[in-house]
């Protein structure tokens, strides 16, 4: 299996993870020593058990709470070296709100077949249009 099978695979584990709430499955797919970024907010944690909780919250957070998630690849995956690249596309729907459209791109960085850097890239655009659509919409239907 090449590297962007087995990121295709965790990308569809994800999107059963997401469906299930079984984020065990995910642990395969990651080093112990994994590190998740987001570098238009300054988020890094390091840490398998640290990466899922995070990850974990983010969708709990926002994307369960929305009525509908699209997200559909744009460009890629493709495999440079030791890491593959993905842009992709997402729109959430929510009832009595606009929908929203944002797009980012991911980069996984391998070692022995399992991600040891995980990096969401947003635009400072893109992560002010999800920052005020959240506060506009989705926080306040959580309280």
């Not at 090449?2 to 990121?7: A, D, G, P, S, T």
């Not at 991600?115 to 989705?138: C, D, F, G, H, N």
Request: glycine share 6%.
């Amino acid at each position: 299996m090449n590297l962007v099978e087995r990121y295709q695979a965790y990308a569809s584990d994800f999107e059963r993870t997401f469906a299930d709430d079984d984020w065990f499955r995910l642990e395969q797919y990651f080093t112990e020593d994994v590190t998740y970024s987001t570098p238009a907010n300054g988020l890094r944690v390091s840490g398998r058990e640290a990466v899922l909780a995070v990850l974990r919250a983010a969708v709990s957070g926002f994307d369960r709470r929305c009525d509908s998630r699209t997200l559909l690849t744009t460009a890629g995956p493709s495999e440079q070296g030791n890491q593959v690249l993905r842009e992709w596309a997402a729109t959430f729907a929510l009832e009595g709100a606009p929908d929203l459209q944002i797009g980012g791109s991911e980069r996984a960085v391998f070692r022995d077949n399992r991600i040891e850097l995980l990096e969401v890239r947003l635009t400072p655009e893109m992560l002010s249009r999800l920052m005020k659509y959240a506060e506009t919409y989705v926080l306040p239907r959580a309280s």
